[in-house]
């Protein structure tokens, strides 16, 4: 059973900090990886995707891919209180029958409090 | 460009009933990805479609469920004989090609309630 592990949380910053998202996958064939937050209630929103060893930035946010370790981060920067959701990362898979689809993990709930 | 839709919104079924959930993926976009999100749990895939094909249904049920993507129209998750634990948040999500450069893109869900 390939998995994508993630710290449950309440993760809680302060306003302005950085919050620090990690987690870590079993998938060795995995290739691509991808953060999306969600709000209660909504749907997914994809926030970042990093498919090469070492970091990608967009705006505030930078994703860091390590294959060797099998382990994917996110970094949120001056966080704002609109960031307080669940961030959920995911790797697609890439075995047997199974290629194309996410694998999720369970979430990190961040709350960033003003 | 209107993104992925999906309908309807909120369901509400009795045990027992049919349940049909559509989804139409972004304009460009022939590859759909059918996950549901149980309550406090994470998002587990379901079945991948591609027009008129299965590719993969690994994580469906063998029972009760089925999916199907036509030449025209919006693809349809069906299950049948829903049970109370059938409960939860259907997403479905597009991309345009299933390599592995390309994003999924989630819709914004049915919420499907049995009673």
């Known amino acids: 059973q390939k998995e994508v592990e993630q710290n449950s949380g309440p993760l809680s910053v302060p306003e302005g900090a950085i919050a620090s998202l990690n987690c870590t996958y079993s998938d060795r064939g995995s290739q691509s990886f991808f953060w999306y937050r969600q709000y209660s209630g909504k749907s997914p929103e994809l926030i970042m995707s990093i498919y090469s060893n070492g970091d990608k930035e967009d705006g505030r946010f930078t994703a860091q891919l390590n294959k060797a370790s099998q382990y994917v981060s996110l970094l949120i920067r001056d966080s704002q209180p609109s960031d307080s959701a669940t961030y959920l990362c995911?790797?697609?898979?890439?075995?047997?029958?199974?290629?194309?689809?996410?694998?999720f993990g369970k979430g990190t709930k961040l709350s960033v409090k003003p | 460009n209107a993104g992925v839709m999906q309908n309807p919104r909120h369901l509400v079924r009795r045990r027992g009933q049919e349940a049909r959930l559509r989804c139409s993926p972004m304009k460009g976009h022939s590859h759909v990805y059918w996950y549901r999100q149980l309550p406090e749990e994470g998002l587990k895939f379901m079945v991948y479609?591609?027009?008129?094909?299965?590719?993969?249904e690994s994580g469906m049920p063998k029972e009760r469920f089925s999916a199907e993507f036509p030449k025209e129209g919006p693809s349809i998750l069906r299950i049948q004989q829903v049970v109370r634990g059938d409960s939860a948040a259907y997403f479905c999500a597009s991309s345009p090609q299933p390599d592995n450069s390309y994003e999924q893109y989630f819709g914004p869900g049915t919420r499907l309630t049995v009673t």
């Open positions: 995911a790797a697609r898979a890439n075995y047997g029958g199974s290629q194309g689809n996410l694998i």
């Open positions: 479609l591609q027009k008129e094909n299965i590719i993969d």
